[in-house]
């Protein structure tokens, strides 16, 4: 994982990029449900796709979001970049708090999300700002 400032260069190779912050209410991502259908839809554009990529991607856009939920006071931006050879989602919150990856040595319920995120991203990073951060997930696939 990566930490940067503020100026960054667009994640994505220049494709197509989905944004959750759209006009109407039906494009605003605040809940895992509605980042899995935004998944689902910007996908829409490059089938053929593998189930098990979707299920990856979907499994991605579902932790952040709900992440930002439980530790950042919730998302207040979703966007979903379509490259060549990998998706990025991004979610930002209002918390300049990063994520925690610390190893349970007890069974306990949680803590399983960014575990996961870490393991089926290419390359996770994360631009914290004063005021939130955006986590910018890179999520290899093969067309």
């Known amino acids: ?15 197509t990029a989905f944004s ?3 006009p109407s209410d039906e494009a605003v991502v605040r809940t895992s449900a509605q980042a899995r259908r935004s998944v689902r839809r910007a ?21 952040l979001v709900t992440n930002a939920q439980r530790h950042a006071g919730g998302v207040t931006d979703f966007a979903i ?7 990025t989602i991004s979610v930002s919150d209002s ?4 994520p925690q990856y610390t190893l349970h040595r007890e069974l306990r319920p949680g803590g399983f999300g960014w575990p996961i995120v870490l393991h089926l991203c290419r390359q996770v990073t994360l631009d914290v700002r004063t ?9 290899p696939f093969d067309r």
């Open 43 to 63: 996908l829409a554009t490059c089938l053929p796709i593998r189930p098990s990529q979707v299920d990856d991607l979907m499994l991605v856009a579902s932790e």
């Open 81 to 87: 970049g379509l490259g060549r050879d990998s998706v």
């Open 95 to 98: 918390s300049p708090r990063t």
């Open 1 to 15: 994982m990566k930490t940067r400032g503020d100026a960054r260069p667009s994640p994505w190779t220049p494709a």
């Open 131 to 139: 005021d939130g951060k955006t986590v910018h997930a890179v999520v």
């Open 20 to 22: 959750g912050a759209g």
